[in-house]
């Protein structure tokens, strides 16, 4: 079996792995998380102009196809710069549930928007991450054609600066139905959020909202799919960039052992830092191949919850194992935060906690295996 990526794909990758090198840097970074909307708009407009926010939209409607691996290879890319940008927010948590569930009219308004870099997309799934059944915190009633929407939505991803919300939310018989609606709609408002890794993940309230039938991403009879659809993909995502983000971490932390002396020696030669950024490259690999498995299953429309769980409990346990290692491997400097490595501890944590912590992806992986053990033990 070949497990290569296809030409295209490392077309994709070595087109952002560029992009970011050349624009992302530890001085740019600090540059835009000391502005408002803690958003680089320039590189965003590069991606864009490289036509790499195209992926995900089907080429009919100007994107490049393509699904979630190609964003996961965008993704490990910029997990390796930790480039402030909403790239998961808008590939995987809008583009691609749009481009799969939602009609062709809510598609053609809004796919060629992000293909040009007009738009930005997000999604409010955090809620769902952690309901005992993924159920949305968010209500819905019917009132003539139009659903009424109620409640609030916690720590959604760049919605500060999203023009749109994928939005799963709750109705009558624990049914689900997924909408498209406007930061600026009538009813909507926002309350700043900042993250772990100094991202903005506003909460987002809704005060009955009206969402018409041409604004459903997908109604009652593909709800509850899209939104698990929707939860699967976004914590891939996170699994794919946490990737980068070790790979980097790891990359760096190698670079400054075999710098560094100690009684006239480099760190590098000593046994305890041997071992302990040995154990990190064997977890970086861990999640390396449990990320991808899960990518390509979903991917390839085969059942993918046991396997994104996995991937999940891998890139929260591992990762944060990885990117403390790293950062205690640069002993004093790794505590300066005016030095690169801290912000991939940060991100590196804020993964970890995403959409679900080790402990509760670990809950629902024994739920499913107490529910099908034949099945999923011999998959």
Same mark, same amino acid.
């Given at each position: 079996m070949d497990f290569d990526f296809t030409d295209e794909q490392h077309a994709i990758r070595e087109t952002a792995s560029g992009i970011f090198a050349g624009m992302v840097t530890p001085d740019r970074v600090a540059e835009i998380e000391a502005t408002t909307d803690r958003v680089d708009r320039e590189l965003w407009r590069a991606l864009a102009e490289a036509d790499l926010l195209g992926v995900g939209t089907p080429e009919v409607l100007g994107g490049i196809g393509g699904g979630l691996i190609e964003a996961g290879l965008m993704l490990e890319e910029q997990g390796k710069v930790v480039a402030p940008i909403p790239l998961l927010a808008t590939l995987v948590g809008g583009v691609l549930p749009l481009a799969k569930f939602g009609p062709t009219p809510l598609k053609e308004k809004w796919l060629p928007q992000v293909v040009a870099g007009n738009a930005i997309l997000t999604s409010a799934i955090a809620d769902v991450s952690t309901s005992p059944r993924q159920l949305?915190?968010?209500?819905?009633?019917?009132? @003539?054609? *139009?659903?009424?929407? #109620? @409640?609030? +939505?916690? +720590?959604?991803?760049? !919605?500060?600066? !999203?023009? !749109?919300?994928?939005?799963?939310?709750?109705? *009558?018989?624990? @049914?689900?139905?997924? +909408?498209?609606? #406007?930061?600026?709609q009538s009813g909507v408002t926002l309350e700043r959020a900042e993250t772990t890794n100094r991202a903005v993940h506003p909460h987002v309230h809704f005060d009955s909202v009206a969402v018409g039938p041409a604004d459903l991403v997908a109604g009652p009879d593909r709800g509850v799919e899209a939104t698990a659809f929707m939860l699967d993909s976004a914590m891939t995502a996170l699994a794919l960039t946490q990737i980068g983000v070790c790979e980097a971490a790891l990359a760096q932390t190698a670079a400054h052992l075999n710098e560094r002396e100690q009684f006239g020696r480099p760190l590098s030669t000593f046994q305890g830092t041997m071992l302990r950024a040995a154990d990190a490259a064997i977890d970086l690999e861990a999640i390396r191949v449990t990320a991808w498995q899960a990518a390509w299953r979903i991917d390839g429309n085969l059942p993918a919850t046991e396997s994104v769980l996995v991937a999940k409990w891998q890139a929260a346990d591992r990762g944060q194992r990885v990117v403390h290692a790293t950062q205690h491997l640069h002993g004093g400097t790794g505590a300066d935060i005016g030095y690169p490595i801290h912000r991939y501890f940060l991100w590196g944590k804020q993964i970890e906690l995403e959409l679900g912590s080790p402990s509760l992806q670990l809950s629902r992986l024994g739920t499913l295996i107490a529910q099908r053990p034949d099945e999923i033990m011999h998959r």
């Amino acid at each position: 079996m070949d497990f290569d990526f296809t030409d295209e794909q490392h077309a994709i990758r070595e087109t952002a792995s560029g992009i970011f090198a050349g624009m992302v840097t530890p001085d740019r970074v600090a540059e835009i998380e000391a502005t408002t909307d803690r958003v680089d708009r320039e590189l965003w407009r590069a991606l864009a102009e490289a036509d790499l926010l195209g992926v995900g939209t089907p080429e009919v409607l100007g994107g490049i196809g393509g699904g979630l691996i190609e964003a996961g290879l965008m993704l490990e890319e910029q997990g390796k710069v930790v480039a402030p940008i909403p790239l998961l927010a808008t590939l995987v948590g809008g583009v691609l549930p749009l481009a799969k569930f939602g009609p062709t009219p809510l598609k053609e308004k809004w796919l060629p928007q992000v293909v040009a870099g007009n738009a930005i997309l997000t999604s409010a799934i955090a809620d769902v991450s952690t309901s005992p059944r993924q159920l949305p915190a968010l209500t819905a009633v019917l009132q @003539g054609s *139009e659903w009424i929407v #109620s @409640g609030t +939505a916690n +720590a959604v991803p760049f !919605a500060h600066v !999203a023009d !749109a919300i994928l939005v799963p939310v709750r109705i *009558e018989g624990d @049914g689900v139905i997924v +909408a498209m609606i #406007s930061k600026n709609q009538s009813g909507v408002t926002l309350e700043r959020a900042e993250t772990t890794n100094r991202a903005v993940h506003p909460h987002v309230h809704f005060d009955s909202v009206a969402v018409g039938p041409a604004d459903l991403v997908a109604g009652p009879d593909r709800g509850v799919e899209a939104t698990a659809f929707m939860l699967d993909s976004a914590m891939t995502a996170l699994a794919l960039t946490q990737i980068g983000v070790c790979e980097a971490a790891l990359a760096q932390t190698a670079a400054h052992l075999n710098e560094r002396e100690q009684f006239g020696r480099p760190l590098s030669t000593f046994q305890g830092t041997m071992l302990r950024a040995a154990d990190a490259a064997i977890d970086l690999e861990a999640i390396r191949v449990t990320a991808w498995q899960a990518a390509w299953r979903i991917d390839g429309n085969l059942p993918a919850t046991e396997s994104v769980l996995v991937a999940k409990w891998q890139a929260a346990d591992r990762g944060q194992r990885v990117v403390h290692a790293t950062q205690h491997l640069h002993g004093g400097t790794g505590a300066d935060i005016g030095y690169p490595i801290h912000r991939y501890f940060l991100w590196g944590k804020q993964i970890e906690l995403e959409l679900g912590s080790p402990s509760l992806q670990l809950s629902r992986l024994g739920t499913l295996i107490a529910q099908r053990p034949d099945e999923i033990m011999h998959r």
